[in-house]
């Protein structure tokens, strides 16, 4: 089977919920997902309902603002992925197994010609984990041993200067050893020692295309014949990095070095300026994000840290 070019995927995004009237129906927006579905875009990470705003947190309008800057990020991932030669393995990888986000950071991290790579990947997983973790069904109870660490994230969100993530994470082996981490631009918790922690790997991101959208054929042979590595490397990638990564945050080798990410709160500027929120509105902002987060996803992501 074919796969689709580059201007398909974009089509196919484009009729996503991003280019949905502001009076359009959730039908209207379940029906053009499903369509960017079959083009072989992922749509199925998030709750589609979130899309058409939540009440007391952020409108539609801020949603699809997030869309568009998440469409956007793919198209120049795919760019960057399909123009240098650096990440011609990724490339191959890509377009044969679906993407390896877990591999492509760990990679991209450990050299300075690739940071822009880097820094499309990782503003892409850490808004994805933002999205996933949303409820569109009201607010839910917090549960108790979260509760404490409410007015840390507010005193974080008013001290952070330009863009960035406040993670809420599991710091140690009990499940009450909770704190709050912060972030800048497009620094990431989520992947550390070549693993993804805190969510599933091989669950696709948020609008991940299926391919890195190159009509070109490949004409390197580096990932049949990879490079000699050291017994070190070796013992560090003994997953097959030529398909998609199932590492988890279920690990136990080194839950306290690296903590485990729960949930995140997305501090860029365009994700909550509106009408409801201003310049200096973080404070508010926390509060919503804090009642409308999915308690119950965040409590089953704690829960298998320690399984």
Same mark, same amino acid.
């Given at each position: 089977?074919?796969?689709?070019?580059?201007?398909? +995927?974009?089509? =196919?995004? =484009?009729?996503?919920?991003?280019?949905?009237?502001?009076?359009?129906?959730?039908?209207?927006? !379940?029906?053009?997902?499903?369509?960017?579905?079959?083009?072989?875009?992922?749509?199925?990470?998030?709750?589609?309902?979130?899309?058409?705003?939540? %009440?007391?947190?952020?409108?539609?309008?801020?949603?699809? !603002?997030?869309?568009?800057?998440?469409?956007?990020?793919?198209?120049? *991932?795919?760019?960057?992925?399909?123009?240098?030669?650096?990440?011609?393995?990724?490339?191959? $990888?890509?377009?044969?197994?679906?993407?390896?986000?877990?591999?492509?950071? &760990?990679?991209?991290?450990?050299?300075?010609?690739?940071?822009?790579?880097? %820094?499309?990947?990782?503003? *892409?997983?850490?808004?994805?984990?933002?999205?996933?973790?949303?409820?569109?069904?009201?607010?839910?109870?917090?549960?108790?041993?979260? $509760?404490?660490?409410?007015?840390?994230?507010?005193?974080?969100?008013?001290?952070?200067?330009?863009?960035?993530?406040?993670?809420?994470?599991?710091?140690?082996?009990?499940?009450?050893?909770?704190?709050?981490?912060?972030?800048?631009?497009?620094?990431?918790? +989520?992947?550390?020692?070549?693993?993804? !922690?805190?969510?599933?790997?091989? +669950?696709?991101?948020?609008?991940?295309?299926?391919?890195?959208?190159?009509?070109?054929?490949?004409?390197?042979?580096?990932?049949?014949?990879?490079?000699?590595?050291?017994?070190?490397? &070796?013992?560090?990638?003994?997953?097959?990095?030529?398909?998609?990564?199932?590492?988890?945050?279920? &690990?136990?080798?080194? !839950?306290?070095?690296?903590?485990?990410?729960?949930?995140?709160? %997305?501090?860029?500027?365009?994700?909550?300026? &509106?009408?409801?929120?201003?310049?200096?509105?973080?404070?508010?902002?926390?509060?919503?994000?804090?009642?409308?987060?999915?308690?119950?996803?965040?409590? $089953?992501? %704690?829960?298998?840290?320690? =399984?």
């Amino acid at each position: 089977m074919s796969r689709p070019s580059t201007s398909l +995927l974009r089509s =196919a995004l =484009a009729q996503t919920p991003l280019s949905l009237p502001r009076a359009a129906s959730k039908i209207q927006a !379940r029906t053009l997902l499903n369509a960017a579905s079959r083009s072989g875009i992922n749509t199925t990470s998030i709750d589609y309902r979130i899309l058409e705003g939540i %009440n007391d947190f952020l409108p539609k309008e801020n949603f699809d !603002r997030l869309q568009e800057w998440q469409v956007g990020l793919w198209n120049r *991932l795919q760019g960057e992925v399909s123009n240098n030669p650096a990440l011609i393995e990724t490339k191959q $990888k890509w377009d044969k197994y679906g993407l390896d986000m877990t591999d492509l950071i &760990s990679s991209t991290a450990r050299d300075k010609n690739l940071t822009l790579a880097y %820094n499309y990947a990782a503003l *892409l997983l850490n808004n994805s984990f933002f999205l996933e973790g949303l409820s569109a069904e009201g607010s839910q109870q917090v549960p108790s041993e979260f $509760k404490d660490l409410k007015e840390k994230l507010e005193g974080y969100a008013e001290g952070i200067v330009g863009g960035g993530w406040l993670w809420i994470v599991r710091s140690g082996d009990a499940s009450n050893d909770l704190d709050v981490i912060p972030t800048f631009a497009s620094g990431t918790l +989520l992947v550390t020692q070549r693993s993804q !922690r805190g969510r599933e790997s091989s +669950l696709p991101l948020f609008a991940e295309p299926p391919t890195s959208g190159s009509t070109e054929p490949s004409t390197s042979s580096s990932s049949e014949t990879p490079h000699p590595a050291s017994s070190a490397e &070796s013992e560090a990638t003994q997953v097959p990095l030529n398909k998609r990564s199932t590492r988890s945050f279920t &690990s136990s080798s080194n !839950r306290i070095q690296y903590p485990t990410p729960l949930a995140v709160l %997305n501090l860029y500027e365009h994700a909550y300026l &509106s009408d409801k929120y201003g310049v200096w509105s973080k404070k508010e902002y926390v509060n919503d994000w804090w009642k409308n987060l999915d308690w119950r996803k965040v409590q $089953k992501r %704690n829960a298998e840290v320690a =399984a």
